[in-house]
């Protein structure tokens, strides 16, 4: 993840006993500060245009820095890809949540 540390709990959780992933831990990094190319790719995949939305780019470099919101949990497939999974409603993500 590019605002977090991510590393798999010391007990090995799997998501469902099922072997679809394992479940990560969370680190944030409160000194994180990401890329201008970090806030471009997110202010793009927000919708914004990469020239006229600048003055917007605030909202990406915010976003970045967020912590998953509850029941939200980042996790890890079986070939090493990092989704996000909802305990509450069961539902997975490739992309952040929010």
Known sequence: ?????????????????????????EHIDPD???TEKEV????E???MDLEKDRDLFWIARAGLKAPLPAPW???ES?????F???FETGESVWDHPC
Do not use: V
């Open 78 to 82: 079986e070939d090493g890809e990092i």
């Open 1 to 25: 993840s590019h605002r977090t540390g991510l590393s798999a709990p010391k007990d090995g959780t799997m998501l469902g006993g099922t072997g679809a992933g394992s479940l990560l831990d």
């Open 40 to 43: 471009e790719e997110y202010a």
């Open 84 to 86: 996000y999974f909802n």
């Open 73 to 75: 949990k980042p996790c």
């Open 32 to 34: 994180y500060q990401p």
């Open 45 to 47: 995949w927000l919708g």
